[in-house]
């Protein structure tokens, strides 16, 4: 899943519609990571599965993201062996974020 939104994520960097921010930076309470995520005009929490490891890690620094992707929600399946995502995998993940920027 990690695969599949990274290479979502960088096309939306490559089409200006986005910024990649470090959300191990946000978790681990670095100040600047924080105080640059809740100046932002808007922070995309992209999830793989349910148990919404970005979501959590955002709310628990008090950063409500303004939008909220579960890769599993759009029919993907979660695959932890494969390292090349399937490249429709990764347009239906950008199909939707493009919708909601």
Excluded: W
Aim: charged share 25%; with cysteine.
């Amino acid at each position: 899943m990690g695969q599949i939104i990274n290479e979502a994520a960088k096309v939306l960097v490559s089409k200006k519609m986005g910024k990649f921010s470090c959300l191990a930076g946000v978790g681990s309470h670095g100040e600047g990571f924080i105080t640059s995520a809740r100046k932002a005009d808007r922070v995309v929490a992209l999830d793989g599965c349910a148990a919404k490891c970005s979501y959590k890690t955002l709310n628990h620094a008090r950063i409500e993201p303004t939008i909220h992707v579960i890769v599993t929600d759009l029919g993907i399946k979660k695959d932890n062996e494969t390292l090349n995502p399937i490249q429709e995998d990764v347009n239906k993940v950008l199909r939707l974020l493009e919708n909601r920027l």
